[in-house]
């Protein structure tokens, strides 16, 4: 297990409603990351939140937002949902340094989330 | 354009095999590679990592090689097990560590009979 924590598992929305998904990150670490990842696909990177403000993102519409928290767990939140939002939204944590070394990223278990 | 690719598809073992997962990659300014293993319902499991400067690097029975002149990565398990059927993804680091955008492959599936 990786200690990175996501809620809920799994969420069932309709067209054009707007869900919140949320993940507690790793203890000591103070970096998430946000990925999609359709089905029998790879991940789809998002966005990136340190130290509160969004670090990188991917190409996804701004309908895509997060938030990330002075405890450094995160939430993603989509609007005006579509069908092809459809997937499992995975989280993951690492911990950036100022030495400049890489961030090995932890994932969560994701939430699936189902749009009809 | 950024991609990270995968060979096969599928790979189809026995147990006590020896594995061999394939990965092109089409950034050559990319310094840092990534494998995971995904088991159904669960999230990507980090296995072992290199950085570009690195040739081979060894773990508990995986060894990944890349191989930068063909932009190719490749992830070896000895005496693969049951346990091990699982989706596995090779992942660029883009970025570098300003911040840590994994780009992923489509993923093989692995697939160890007993």
């Known amino acids: 297990e990786t200690g990175v924590t996501q809620s809920p598992t799994h969420l069932i929305k309709t067209r054009g409603q707007q869900v919140t998904l949320r993940c507690s990150s790793q203890s000591g670490h103070n970096t998430v990351s946000w990925y999609q990842q359709a089905l029998g696909q790879g991940p789809q990177f998002i966005f990136q939140?340190?130290?509160?403000?969004?670090?990188g993102r991917g190409n996804f519409p701004p309908r895509f937002s997060g938030l990330q928290f002075p405890n450094y767990s995160s939430e993603l939140n989509v609007n005006a949902l579509e069908l092809d939002d459809s997937a499992l939204y995975l989280c993951a944590s690492s911990a950036k340094g100022t030495g400049g070394g890489i961030d090995t990223q932890y994932f969560g278990p994701g939430t699936r989330l189902t749009v009809l | 354009g950024e991609s990270v690719g995968l060979h096969l598809p599928t790979l189809s073992v026995q147990e006590g095999d020896n594995s061999i997962i394939n990965c092109a990659y089409s950034n050559s300014a990319s310094d840092y590679f990534i494998w995971y293993k995904q088991e159904s319902g669960k999230g990507p499991q980090f296995i072992i990592d290199?950085?570009?400067?690195?040739d081979k690097r060894q773990g508990q029975r995986v060894t990944v090689l890349l191989n930068k002149t063909v932009k190719h990565l490749s992830l070896q398990i000895a005496a693969t097990q049951p346990g091990d059927s699982a989706v596995y993804f090779c992942a660029e680091l883009i970025g570098g560590t300003s911040y840590g955008k994994l780009t992923f492959g489509q993923g093989t599936i692995l697939t160890v009979h007993p």
């Open positions: 939140y340190y130290r509160e403000e969004e670090n």
């Open positions: 290199i950085r570009s400067n690195m």
